[in-house]
């Protein structure tokens, strides 16, 4: 990731957004990929008929990084209502599939948008850690 | 350390300290601490944290600012309030709480939850609000100091 010329904070929170519910295993990847290109397929048009000057693709335009941060929220939210507990998921190109099982721990689905939400927060910190436990920062508190 | 000295480790040291002045970040957790945390610790390292969102171009600004009414403070409580101008999630944050979904893309909050729980402490969201159309304000309780 550089750090110096991409927008850090939207491509990061953006990867999040993906890798935790793979992480979470609630529910098959292909069915969650397909579910956020149709909401966001139906959302566009008429998030750009009020930004005609939008950057699509680009996360570095706050315009576009708020409409994709806003479709990802909302799949993630419908994702986690109906959020199971052991399911087939299609991985790689040609066909083949993958029995999931949910961890016990997270088998609330009204648990999941807390759970989300912290290792959201955690996965964050966890990239700065290299730095924090870096000497020169230890020695100044 | 040595892992910080090889090649990689060497470019991504030197962009990030070329992007961020030095000692910009705050402990890790409270092992490296040798006291517990004090309230005017955490708001500094918060601010610290939110420093990040800002100068990733996140927000314009980003400031946290301790708002703790006078008879909380001997029950260790920390009322924080947070201020992001002109935000990148300025819509969906409001998109998403109009629409009452249970996932919201506060980012800050989540960062200054995820910190304040490495130092045992429980952080609220307990209030929100958007002023002048350009400006989200956070506000965090914060428990156990």
Redesign the interface.
């Known amino acids: 990731m550089n750090l110096t010329s991409q927008p850090f904070i939207q491509s990061f929170t953006s990867t999040i957004s993906f890798l935790l519910p793979d992480e979470l295993d609630y529910t098959p990847m292909d069915e969650f990929q397909k579910d956020f290109f149709t909401f966001r397929q139906n959302e566009w048009e008429d998030y750009k008929s009020y930004h005609p000057n939008i950057m699509q693709g680009d996360l570095a335009d706050p315009l576009y990084f708020d409409f994709i941060s806003f479709c990802q929220s909302v799949v993630l939210a419908f994702s986690m209502r109906n959020g199971l507990q052991d399911f087939i998921e299609k991985v790689g190109a040609d066909g083949e599939t993958l029995v999931v099982r949910r961890n016990e721990i997270y088998k609330d689905n009204k648990q999941l948008p807390t759970v989300h939400a912290q290792m959201t927060g955690a996965f964050f910190l966890s990239f700065f850690d290299g730095f924090f436990s870096f000497p020169s920062y230890q020695r100044t508190h | 350390?040595d892992c910080?000295y090889s090649n990689t480790g060497d470019r991504?040291?030197e962009?990030?300290f070329?992007?961020y002045p030095?000692?910009i970040?705050?402990?890790?957790n409270a092992a490296?601490?040798t006291k517990p945390i004090t309230r005017e610790q955490l708001i500094k390292y918060y601010q610290l944290l939110l420093d990040?969102?800002s100068i990733?171009?996140?927000c314009l600004t980003a400031t946290v600012t301790d708002v703790t009414p006078a008879e909380d403070i001997p029950n260790g409580i920390l009322i924080a309030k947070i201020d992001l101008r002109?935000p990148?999630?300025?819509?969906?944050e409001k998109?998403?709480r109009g629409?009452k979904?249970?996932?919201?893309?506060d980012?800050d909050v989540?960062?200054?939850?995820?910190?304040g729980?490495?130092f045992g402490l429980t952080t609220t969201l307990i209030n929100w609000s958007v002023t002048q159309q350009i400006e989200v304000v956070h506000c965090l309780k914060v428990s156990g100091l």
């Open positions: 350390m910080c991504i040291l962009n990030f070329e992007k030095s000692s970040l705050p402990p890790a490296a601490m990040i969102f990733n171009a996140y002109a990148a999630n300025l819509w969906s998109a998403l629409r979904e249970a996932i919201v893309n980012f989540k960062v200054l939850e995820a910190y729980r490495r």
